[in-house]
């Protein structure tokens, strides 16, 4: 098993992440417009929602 421990204390299996970074690429595929999937803007849109996370301190 591989897999990343956090800094809270949580391990998180590979299997999992693969699993989460595939529904969220799933949901980027179907809201953005084909024209606008690429590798650029999707790098600017997980940037973004990087800087969110830590500028909010969101609890999820």
């Known amino acids: 098993m591989i897999a990343e ?3 809270n204390g949580v391990l998180l299996k ?5 699993e ?3 529904k ?3 949901v980027i595929k179907k809201e953005l417009p084909p024209e606008a999937q690429t590798v650029e803007i999707i790098q600017c849109i997980f940037d973004d929602c990087k800087e969110w996370l ?3 301190k969101v609890e999820l």
């Open 5 to 7: 421990r956090f800094s």
């Open 14 to 18: 590979n299997e999992e992440k693969q």
């Open 54 to 56: 830590i500028n909010s």
């Open 20 to 22: 989460i970074l595939i």
């Open 24 to 26: 969220i690429m799933a």
